[in-house]
């Protein structure tokens, strides 16, 4: 009997002392996982000239973030009732400063739980802010980076921009390749780069196939905007994929493309903060369309939007970071 108690005594120490080791080894790898992510958020924080006077923009546009009462910005819990994001997507190579390949302005509303996007089409005319010259908005980043970028942006939108994230493209194939290919929605077959895309759910194999599926434009009917599309489609099945992660492999090898492929102003306190305030508003998103003509000027071939389409959208824009 005393045998039987001693047994079942050793047997409960086993069981604790198991569940100690796992309860260290899993906190040793939080740690350690919380100290992977928070270094490559700071390899990537790249703040801009004008961060941290958040409502002044000088001339660049007479819409500030003052503009808006501050009570219908601000709450309680200091954080932001409304936020506007810009991403861009870069094509940058070897020995070359690159160009924007894709831009998108995001507002998201917390008190309205809901997100409103815009994508300009890269050939869209414009006057770039601090340089002066009036050509492709995608030309900005070549001519003054993020900065410039963010500028010009925001005075054709006339909207003011609280963040940036700037993909290299070279860390989109990287993505892909690490989750060994993508599945979307094709909705019309073409052949582009030596591939052969059919129509329905195809599964982009790796990163080189996305890319060409993504880059074709001249072959769609919808031309820039049927390109933003498909780059939005693989980019929401990418990160549905990037959600699944189970290997500590692949999160260390994410980590590192993060780390060699993107720039962002936002330190990791704050993306903490907006995905805990703002995760929910992608439940409910509009995609807005930016209307314009093809016109050809100087050899060159444009994107034309007629002032009252910016200032359609624009509004749009505004009424959505408004308090309801």
């Known amino acids: 009997m005393k045998m039987t108690r001693k047994k079942k005594i050793l047997k409960r120490k086993r069981v604790w002392l198991i569940f100690i080791i796992l309860f260290f080894s899993v906190c040793g790898w939080l740690f350690y996982m919380y100290s992977e992510v928070r270094n490559t958020v700071d390899s990537v924080y790249t703040p801009l000239e004008e ?83 009036v050509t492709k908005i995608n030309h900005s980043y070549a001519y003054g980076g993020m900065q410039m ?34 599945v979307v929605k094709n909705d019309f077959p073409f052949s582009y780069k030596g591939y052969l895309f059919k129509d329905g759910m195809i599964t982009l194999q790796n990163g080189d196939e996305a890319l060409a599926f993504t880059r074709m434009r001249k072959k ?27 290997s500590i492999t692949k999160v260390k090898g994410l980590l590192d493309i993060v780390s060699n492929n993107v720039a962002t102003n936002m330190k990791l306190d704050r993306m903490l903060s907006i995905q805990r305030h703002f995760a929910s508003t992608r439940k409910n998103t509009e995609k807005l369309s930016l209307n314009g003509t093809g016109q050809t000027i100087d050899g060159l071939w444009y994107y034309i939007v007629s002032e009252e389409e910016r200032n359609r959208v624009s509004s749009i824009l505004k009424n959505h970071l408004q308090s309801p």
Do not use: C, W
């Open 220 to 246: 769609d009917p919808d031309g820039d905007f049927g390109r933003q599309e498909r780059q939005r489609r693989v980019i929401t099945s990418m990160m549905d994929e990037l959600a699944s992660f189970t």
């Open 51 to 133: 961060d941290g006077l958040m409502g002044h923009h000088d001339e660049k546009s007479s819409f500030q973030l003052q503009d808006l009462n501050p009570i219908q910005r601000k709450s309680g819990e200091d954080i932001e009732e409304s936020l506007t994001f810009l991403l861009a997507g870069v094509d940058e190579r070897n020995n070359d400063v690159g160009r924007s390949d894709a831009l998108m302005l995001v507002t998201v509303n917390r008190k309205k739980d809901s997100m409103k996007m815009v994508s300009i089409p890269r050939d869209t005319r414009t006057e770039i802010v601090g340089d002066g010259r």
């Open 149 to 182: 970028t963010v500028n010009t942006v925001e005075q054709f939108l006339d909207i003011p921009i609280d963040h940036y994230v700037r993909v290299n493209m070279e860390g989109f194939q990287d993505t892909i390749d690490l989750l060994d290919g993508v």
